[in-house]
T-cell receptor, first 112, second 113 residues
């Protein structure tokens, strides 16, 4: 079982709709969770961090965390073509002595 | 603006010819990281420094070395690059280890011919 799992996609969403990206993790002791956006050929850019169960909103982005079910999700409201990118989920993992473990990412395409 | 800078952005080297990649930061963060990312893969941690304390991942090949001469700068040395070392090399920084947000530089794309 991979430590951090994401659906690789591609996920296609019409412009203006809500994009929903999901991530599951295996280390029940993980406490810190991050979402990064990565455009093709570029480096990852931090979008959100979340540490507590529930929702955290920042502009059009909402991160949702459920530690009991070991999943974290990212919602993008009013999706724009500029949101087309790969979204990486990263989890602080006690398996790896608190290092960040990244998923392989979900490729999101917003269709105009 | 505070940032993480990597040079060069693109590096072409020959098989077996040593290469050094550099990273600098103006964020005054304690921790600096080097990641390797290949196409469609997750970033893979190679090393990290907490201040001057060096931490090597168990599966990082001996061919890779790192130096952090001061708080602001960190270098990645690849002693004898192989074709399999072609990748994007990412430098990141964070205030502390573990729960802290990591901020990435723009990356260096390494090509090995």
């Amino acid at each position: 079982q991979k430590e951090v799992e994401q659906n690789s996609g591609p996920l296609s969403v019409p412009e203006g709709a809500i994009a929903s990206l999901n991530c599951t993790y295996s280390d029940r002791g993980s406490q810190s969770f991050f979402w990064y956006r990565q455009y093709s050929g570029k480096s990852p850019e931090l979008i959100m961090s979340i540490y507590s169960n529930g929702d955290k909103e920042d502009g059009r982005f909402t991160a949702q965390l459920n530690k009991a079910s070991q999943y974290v999700s990212l919602l993008i409201r009013d999706s724009q073509p500029s949101d087309s990118a790969t979204y990486l989920c990263a989890v602080e993992s006690n398996f790896g002595n608190e290092k960040l473990t990244f998923g392989t990412g979900t490729r999101l395409t917003i269709i105009p | 603006d505070a940032m993480v800078i990597q040079n060069p952005r693109y590096q072409v080297t020959q098989f077996g010819k040593p290469v050094t990649l550099s990273c600098s930061q103006t964020l005054n963060h304690n921790v600096m990281y080097w990641y390797q990312q290949k196409s469609s893969q997750a970033p893979k941690l190679l090393f990290h420094y907490y201040d001057k304390d060096f931490n090597n991942e168990a599966d990082t090949p001996d061919n890779f070395q790192s130096r952090r001469p001061n708080t602001s700068f960190c270098f990645l040395d690849i002693r004898s690059p192989g074709l399999g070392d072609a990748a994007m090399y990412l430098c990141a920084t964070s205030k502390g280890w573990g729960a802290y947000e990591q901020y990435f530089g723009p990356g260096t794309r390494l090509t090995v011919t």
